[in-house]
C-alpha cells in the first residue's frame, strides 16, 4: 500500500513541473480544478491536525 501511494505522489509531482514549466497546457477549467482540489487536501489536512491535536489534549 505504500508503494502505491508513493508512485501516486511521484506522478502527481512529475505533473505538476511539467505544468509549471510549460511542457502541459490546462485549460481555465483545469486550473479552478486545481485550485479546488488544493483548497480542498489544505483543508483535510488542517482538519486532521486538529483532530490529532484534540485527541493528545483529551488523552492527556
Known amino acids: 500500500m505504500g ?6 505522489i511521484a506522478v502527481a509531482i512529475v505533473v505538476a513541473l511539467l505544468i ?3 511542457f ?8 479552478a ?3 479546488d482540489a ?3 487536501v489544505g483543508e483535510a489536512v488542517e482538519n486532521t ?6 485527541e493528545n489534549t ?3
Do not use: W
Not at 502541459?24 to 486550473?31: D, H, K, L, N, R
Not at 491536525?49 to 484534540?54: F, K, L, M, P, Y
Open 3 to 8: 508503494r502505491i501511494i508513493g508512485i501516486v
Open 20 to 22: 509549471y514549466f510549460g
Open 24 to 31: 502541459i497546457q490546462i485549460s481555465p477549467e483545469g486550473e
Open 33 to 35: 480544478a486545481l485550485e
Open 38 to 40: 488544493q483548497d480542498n
Open 49 to 54: 491536525g486538529e483532530a490529532i491535536q484534540d
Open 58 to 60: 483529551d488523552g492527556n
